[in-house]
């Protein structure tokens, strides 16, 4: 089996990739390690597939996955994952910003000190303050929601055992959670090592400001999906009978406050004209809406799986 498998995702990065290249080989053959380097082309505009081909041929240990469109690093880390053998994956993005030189302790952390994941910290970035700002927020947000205590979620370079990455189901934009997502899968030991930040040397960044956005967006969404996904009764089954409770509450409220007044000859004035009753009609309404969609959720969650499904052009 081999030792380590490298995948690392790409986007228009034909400049850096030959320099990546050699600067893997020349660490994996310093540590004598059995290795893969798994390259997955996300759709690249550029010469990117064609630079892969090419270095390729030359060293029969590197391996690449072309994707017909760009599909996001999320996609192509699911796919980098699925083909993997390594004991140990490594993944680092293809910009040179991640060091190979931290791979053997990445290594080492793993297969001695037994984590099942060890995430990178850059923490001396070369990124302008509107970068690592909302990144700093971010990952104080990840952490208070999660209570997994890392200081850079969205660090590429990690370091994993192969049965953690087989376990992480990736789509949308889950690779900033897969920490998250392995803790809830029972892989709790989870380490931090602070990596080195190199300057971007080729092209730009291929994120922006967006990805803030969507990053929590998706907290919530893999929040969500992992505390209620299997049992979605338990959320709109809850809160259905909460809501029809309370409808419920405020009806019987007002017929025995009527039924008083009458019985002690007070005026009043019918249910319907009290602003209250159409409240409550909504309360119950609403309430048996969300008791019906846990139901049909449930039968969902027992009759399908989410899968994915991406277009591979060509594979070396």
């Known amino acids: 089996m081999l030792a380590i498998s490298i995948v690392v995702p790409l986007y228009n990065e034909e400049e850096s990739l030959p320099e990546l290249c050699a600067w893997i080989e020349r660490v994996m053959d310093e540590n004598q390690f059995t290795y893969e380097v ?6 690249s505009k550029d010469r990117s597939w064609q630079v892969l081909k090419s270095l390729a041929a030359q060293n029969p240990r590197i391996k690449a996955v072309s994707f017909s469109r760009n599909y996001g690093k999320s996609a192509a880390l699911h796919v980098g994952f699925q083909k993997a053998q ?8 293809a910009d040179l910003q991640d060091s190979p030189d931290e791979i053997p302790e990445l290594y080492r952390m793993i297969t001695v000190e037994d984590y099942d994941l060890v995430s990178g910290w850059k ?10 700002i909302p990144t700093k927020l971010y990952n104080a947000a990840i952490k208070w929601m999660s209570g997994i205590n890392l200081h ?33 899968n029972g892989f709790s030991r ?7 930040h190199q300057a971007r040397k080729y092209g730009t960044t ?31 089954g809850s809160l259905g009978i909460l809501s029809f409770l309370v409808g419920l509450f405020i009806t019987l409220y007002l017929i025995g406050d009527k039924i008083y007044s009458i019985s002690n000859h007070i005026p009043f004035r019918n249910i319907t004209d009290n602003t209250w009753f159409y409240l409550a009609l909504v309360a119950i309404i609403i309430g048996s809406q969300l ?13 399908s799986d989410r899968t994915t499904d991406y277009q591979i052009r060509e594979e070396l």
């Open 291 to 303: 008791f019906l969609a846990g139901f049909i959720g449930e039968l969902l969650t027992m009759n």
């Open 38 to 43: 798994i390259f997955v082309n996300d759709g």
């Open 190 to 196: 989870i380490g931090e090592k602070v990596v080195q």
């Open 123 to 132: 923490q001396k970035r070369f990124d302008p303050l509107s970068k690592t």
């Open 152 to 184: 850079d979620n969205n660090c590429g370079l990690k370091a994993y055992k192969l049965e953690v990455i087989k376990t992480i189901r990736l789509y949308g934009e889950m690779h900033r959670y897969i920490p998250v997502q392995a803790n809830w």
């Open 86 to 93: 390594g004991s140990v994956v490594i993944t680092m993005d």
């Open 206 to 236: 291929k994120f922006g400001i967006e990805r803030f956005l969507y990053g929590l967006l998706d907290l919530l969404s893999i929040t969500f999906v992992q505390k209620f996904g299997k049992r979605p009764m338990h959320l709109f």
